[in-house]
């Protein structure tokens, strides 16, 4: 698999290209989002990971471009102390999103779900356990029971489960849910998690969003717990 990875300071991203390479992926540094054009055009990559550490218009631009039909599949790389700042970066041009510093088990993970739920271009259903999402058809199911879920909770279980396993922090969960910048009372998405819980469990799912104050929510299945 070829990736391409966009970072300013390309040169400290070596380390990682080598343990990409350990595991049979080809890492392509570009310096700005021009370079990546170029590379882009002459050998066909299969992601882009896109770091978002400080504002750049151009990787921005990059991002847009793609969304306007240059499609690769992308996964921004963000600060963890700068994802409330960048959160509209994240949520509204990459497929998904690894905070920084980069932990190499967690970027395989991403990577092989990103690949595979972009296959054809198109955004696939999204799964963990028996719990089923398809967040272009606005549509969530459990052991085959459709869930009457209203669009914020939809959304936040398509956050979740897409990062199921992996902690999703209250600022990205909330700019998810209501857009980013949008103003909301301090317990908003305590009230939609709690509605979605309930709805969850009564169609007999046992998967659990943990709430780990002041930071975020976990979705875990029966699997993860055992």
Not at 71 to 100: C, N, Q, T, Y
Request: charged share 25%.
């Amino acid at each position: 698999m070829r990736l391409l990875l966009i970072d300013k300071d390309a040169s400290a991203q070596a380390p990682l290209a080598r343990q990409l390479a350990d595991k049979g992926l080809r890492l392509k540094l570009a310096t700005c989002a021009r370079t990546a054009r170029d590379v882009m055009a002459q050998v066909p990559h299969d992601i882009a990971l896109v770091d978002l550490s400080a504002p750049d218009p151009q990787a921005q631009a990059l991002l847009a471009e793609r969304n306007a039909g240059q499609h690769i599949p992308m996964i921004a790389l963000v600060p963890e102390a700068a994802l409330a700042g960048r959160i509209s970066d994240v949520l509204h041009f990459a497929d998904d999103w690894v905070a920084k510093p980069v932990g190499l088990p967690e970027l395989l993970a991403r990577i092989r779900t990103v690949r595979e739920r972009t296959k054809g271009g198109a955004l696939r259903s999204l799964r963990t356990g028996a719990l089923i999402v398809h967040p272009d058809a606005g549509q969530a199911s459990h052991a085959g029971t459709p869930l009457a879920l209203s669009q914020r909770e939809l959304t936040a279980l398509a956050v979740l489960v897409r990062h199921a396993g992996h902690v999703v922090p209250r600022a990205m969960l909330n700019a998810t849910v209501y857009g980013a910048g949008v103003a909301t009372t301090p317990n908003a998405i305590e009230a939609v998690l709690s509605r979605l819980r309930r709805k969850v469990r009564a169609v007999g799912c046992t998967a659990r969003s943990d709430a780990l104050r002041g930071i975020g929510w976990c979705l875990t299945d029966e699997r993860m717990r055992r």
